[in-house]
T-cell receptor
Framework: DGGITQSPKYLFRKEGQNVTLSCEQNLNHDAMYWYRQDPGQGLRLIYYSQIVNDFQKGDIAEGYSVSREKKESFPLTVTSAQKNPTAFYLC?????????????FGPGTRLLVL | QKEVEQNSGPLSVPEGAIASLNCTYSDRVSQSFFWYRQYSGKSPELIMSIYSNGDKEDGRFTAQLNKASQYVSLLIRDSQPSDSATYLCAVNVDTGRRALTFGSGTRLQVQP
C-alpha cells in the first residue's frame, strides 16, 4: 500500500532531551513537510523539503532540525532548545507538480513532555 | 491579519441539512485551495481541491471559489453525523515557498 508512515504514535520527552520523529513515504513524492498542531489550532509549518539534500525553514523552525538524505525519509528532531514541544506533529508529502500542492498526511505523532 | 481565516465554530446543523463552511485568504496571487477534514485525534484527510473560480462538486461536497472576493467555501449536502469533524482550509499564499498555509479550522457538529 502506498502512503506515509510516522513513528512512534506517542513519544515522551524528558527535560533536556533530543527526540527524533520518523516520517517515511513510498508515494515517490519529491516534497515533504513537517507541521505542528496545538489543541484547537491549525497547522503551523516547521520545515519543508522540495528535493533530496535540501530543506527550508518554515514559520516555527526554532528548536527543531531536519535532514533529507533519502527521497522517502524526512526525520524531525525536536531539540532541547524547543521549550514547549508538547503538540501533535504531522508529516506530509506532495508530488510538486505544476502549481498544485496537494499534500497528503501521515497519521501523526503526539509528543508529550514528562 | 491572518493569512487564512476561518470561523472556529462550532457550526451546528441538523442531520440532512446543508452545512456551509467559509474561508477567506489575504494573498491575491494564491492559486491552489484545499479543504481537509480532521476527526478528533486524527490527521487531516483531503476532501477537495479547487483552482478556478466557480463551483466544483464531488458527491455531497461542493467547493466554491471566488478569487475576486478572496474566499473559498465548502458546502456539505445531506449532512450526516459522520461529517462531524473540524474542517481545515488550506491555501498556497506564498507560491515562492510552495507550501500551504492552513486556517485554524471550523468545527462542524451534525445533530442526529
Amino acid at each position: 500500500d502506498g502512503g506515509i508512515t510516522q513513528s512512534p504514535k506517542y513519544l515522551f520527552r524528558k527535560e533536556g532531551q533530543n527526540v527524533t520523529l520518523s516520517c517515511e513515504q513510498n508515494l515517490n513524492h519529491d516534497a515533504m513537510y513537517w507541521y505542528r498542531q496545538d489543541p484547537g489550532q491549525g497547522l503551523r509549518l516547521i520545515y519543508y523539503s522540495q528535493i533530496v539534500n535540501d530543506f527550508q525553514k518554515g514559520d516555527i523552525a526554532e528548536g527543531y532540525s531536519v535532514s533529507r538524505e533519502k527521497k522517502e525519509s524526512f526525520p524531525l528532531t525536536v531539540t532541547s532548545a524547543q521549550k514547549n514541544p508538547t503538540a501533535f506533529y504531522l508529516c506530509a508529502s506532495s508530488a510538486e507538480t505544476g502549481v498544485t500542492e496537494t499534500q497528503y498526511f501521515g497519521p501523526g505523532t503526539r509528543l508529550l513532555v514528562l | 491579519q491572518k493569512e487564512v481565516e476561518q470561523n472556529s465554530g462550532p457550526l451546528s446543523v441538523p442531520e440532512g441539512a446543508i452545512a456551509s463552511l467559509n474561508c477567506t485568504y489575504s494573498d491575491r496571487v494564491s492559486q491552489s485551495f484545499f479543504w481537509y477534514r480532521q476527526y478528533s485525534g486524527k490527521s487531516p484527510e483531503l476532501i477537495m481541491s479547487i483552482y478556478s473560480n466557480g463551483d466544483k462538486e464531488d458527491g455531497r461536497f461542493t467547493a466554491q471559489l471566488n478569487k475576486a472576493s478572496q474566499y473559498v467555501s465548502l458546502l456539505i449536502r445531506d449532512s450526516q453525523p459522520s461529517d462531524s469533524a473540524t474542517y481545515l482550509c488550506a491555501v498556497n499564499v506564498d507560491t515562492g515557498r510552495r507550501a500551504l498555509t492552513f486556517g485554524s479550522g471550523t468545527r462542524l457538529q451534525v445533530q442526529p
